[in-house]
C-alpha cells in the first residue's frame, strides 16, 4: 500500500540492450586538464547515450594520472529515465540546449556531477567513499514545498520538522536501494522543482529505464562502488553524445567520451 505519499518502485519498462563487445584498449590516453571538474579529479563514471530521449546508454569508468585520462573499465549497459535525459544543475555550465531537468518528469540528469556519497543496507567495513547505512526511518524528500527538498531526513529525528507530502523510502523492501550512490544533482544549491533523489542503483531487471535515477547491472554497481575513492574527487559525467561539446570539458577529454559507443 503506498503510504506518505511515496513514489512507486522507479523502474516500470523493459527495454533491450545489445551486448557491447567494445574493447577498453580502443580508447587511447587523453591529457587531464581540469576544466569543469573539482580540483584532484581523478575518476570519471561517464554514461553516454545517443539522443536526449533514448533511455539506454554506455557506462565506463574513467581514471586519470594527473596527466592523460584512459578508460579502465567498461562500456557496460546503464539505463536512465523513461523520457531520457533533461538538463541537471551540476558542475557544468549553465544555458545549454535541451530539456530542463524538473521534478517528476521522468528524466535521468544530464551533465556533470559529483558522486557524493553511498547508502545501503549493509555494514561496509573502510569503505572508500562516504557510506551510510539505511534504516527504515530514512527518507530522501522530494516534495519541492518541503523545507528540507532533495535532502536526507530521518523520521526518528525529533529535530526534524515533517513537512514534506512526498518521499522517496531508502531502505525498501523490494532491495532497489540495497547499494546506492547520490548523483549531486541539485544540490548545491538546492532549486525547488529542478529533481531530487538521484541515484545511480541496480535495474530491476535488465534494460529497464528509471523514473530518474541511472541503473545497471548489480554486480557492475557493486564493482563502481568498490572503485571510487572519496580522496579522487569522483564525478558522474552522463549526457546524450550531441551535448558533450557544451559542458565545459577540455578537448582531450570530451574527444575520449565522443569515442565511447552507443548502446
Known amino acids: 500500500m503506498k503510504q506518505e505519499g511515496i513514489r512507486p518502485g522507479r523502474d516500470v519498462m523493459r527495454l533491450s540492450f545489445p551486448i557491447l563487445a567494445w574493447l577498453v584498449l ?26 536526449w530521449e533514448a533511455t539506454a546508454g554506455s557506462l565506463c569508468r574513467l581514471e586519470s594520472d594527473g596527466t ?40 535521468a540528469p544530464a551533465g556533470v556531477f559529483l558522486i557524493e556519497s553511498a547508502f545501503g543496507t549493509k555494514e ?16 530522501w524528500v522530494d516534495d519541492p514545498a518541503s523545507s528540507h527538498y532533495n535532502q536526507w531526513v530521518s523520521l526518528a529525528d525529533s ?13 525498501r523492501k523490494d532491495g532497489l536501494y540495497d547499494l546506492a550512490l547520490v548523483v549531486g544533482h541539485n544540490r548545491n544549491p538546492i532549486v525547488k522543482g529542478r529533481g531530487s533523489a538521484i541515484f545511480m542503483h541496480r535495474w530491476v531487471a535488465p534494460g529497464r529505464s528509471t523514473i530518474g535515477c541511472t541503473a545497471m547491472d548489480p554486480k557492475d554497481l557493486r564493482g563502481l562502488f568498490d572503485w571510487l575513492d572519496e580522496g579522487r574527487h569522483p564525478v558522474l559525467v552522463q549526457a546524450p553524445r550531441g551535448l558533450l561539446p557544451h559542458l565545459g570539458l577540455t578537448p582531450p577529454l570530451r574527444t575520449l567520451l565522443e569515442s565511447l559507443p552507443n548502446p
Open 68 to 107: 592523460n585520462w584512459r578508460v579502465v573499465s567498461g562500456p557496460v549497459a546503464a539505463t536512465v529515465g523513461h523520457r531520457g535525459l533533461g538538463m541537471g544543475q551540476g558542475l557544468h555550465p549553465a544555458g545549454p540546449a535541451g530539456p530542463a531537468k524538473e521534478e517528476g518528469d521522468r528524466r
Open 26 to 51: 580502443a580508447v587511447g590516453p587523453a591529457e587531464a586538464d581540469p576544466g569543469v571538474l573539482p580540483a584532484g579529479c581523478r575518476q570519471i563514471v561517464a554514461v553516454v547515450t545517443p539522443a
Open 124 to 139: 561496509m567495513k573502510r569503505p572508500a567513499l562516504p557510506y551510510r547505512k539505511t534504516s527504515d526511518s530514512d527518507r
Open 159 to 171: 529535530g526534524v520538522r515533517r513537512d514534506w507530502q512526498s518521499a522517496e523510502v531508502l531502505r
